[in-house]
């Protein structure tokens, strides 16, 4: 381990300056961002880890905590906290359709003797 007069010289930092550092409460700013932190980190969970910036900030705003979406999306990001986003099952298929059903001359049975022996015909 290096003494504290080596590291303050290769830092460039004065051993007054670093002992003055070292007795330094935190600022305001600094306490609370660590309690919108953890309020927002506990708002994620409680979502299980569903809930984006703007839900978080609706959650904090109905627990009186004032903030706004910005804030909460930056402090999402620097926690590393993204919302879990679900895709909408979306029928992709019409089996209701009154269009023609032709008969399956292939029967699935793709391997054919020679190259392009059997072709689609679209209808529409």
């Known amino acids: 381990m290096y003494s504290i007069g080596k590291m303050c010289s290769v830092f460039q930092v004065s051993r007054g300056g670093f002992y003055t550092w070292l007795k330094g409460k935190l600022s305001n700013r600094s306490i609370e961002n ?10 994620f969970q409680n979502s299980k880890s569903i809930y ?3 839900r978080i900030t609706r959650v904090l705003n109905k ?6 979406r910005p804030v909460v999306a930056r402090i999402m990001k620097k926690l590393h906290l993204r919302s879990i986003v679900k895709k909408k099952f979306n029928v992709t298929t019409d089996s209701k359709h009154k ?15 020679t190259l392009a022996a059997a072709w689609v015909k679209i209808l529409r």
């Open 34 to 43: 660590q309690m919108l932190e953890q309020a927002i980190l506990e708002a």
């Open 52 to 54: 984006g910036s703007p």
């Open 63 to 68: 627990k009186q905590i004032k903030v706004s």
């Open 99 to 113: 269009l023609p059903v032709h008969e399956n001359k292939l029967d699935r049975d793709f391997r054919l003797g």
